[in-house]
Nanobody, 122 residues
Framework: QVQLVESGGGLVQAGGSLRLSCAAS????????MGWYRQSAGKQREMVAS????????NYADSVKGRFTISRDNAKNTVYLSMNSLKPEDTAVYYC???????????????WGRGTQVTVSS
């Protein structure tokens, strides 16, 4: 099994910054693509940013382009989301996602963290 644990959420004023972290742990053979999603009250979960296994390819939702940066440290099986110029509409629970394979499995499976709350006040 693979566990994803997010940290770094909190309350920040509009225009402020936060950095989220997500560490994958368990009997991991390899972590492939990783990403961040968010879900606000009454809305569906949406993709915020994703990053390829080597970190060379990233993808962002239009609403966060130029403000958020996704990165990863493969030695630590950790993905980060640096969020700048935060807006009240960024308020949501942010979830980490990873495609990973364990030593006991032959296929990659999709894993989710439990989420971390980000609240941006106006």
């Amino acid at each position: 099994q693979v566990q994803l644990v997010e940290s770094g959420g909190g309350l920040v004023q509009a225009g402020g910054s936060l950095r989220l972290s997500c560490a994958a742990s368990g009997i991991i053979f390899r972590v492939n693509a990783m990403g961040w999603y968010r879900q606000s009250a009454g809305k569906q979960r949406e993709m915020v940013a994703s990053i390829s296994s080597g970190g060379g390819s990233t993808n962002y939702a239009d609403s966060v382009k130029g403000r958020f940066t996704i990165s990863r440290d493969n030695a630590k099986n950790t993905v980060y989301l640096s969020m700048n110029s935060l807006k009240p509409e960024d308020t949501a629970v942010y979830y980490c996602n990873a495609a990973a394979r364990t030593y006991s499995g032959s296929l990659y499976a999709n894993y989710w963290g439990r989420g971390t709350q980000v609240t941006v006040s106006s």
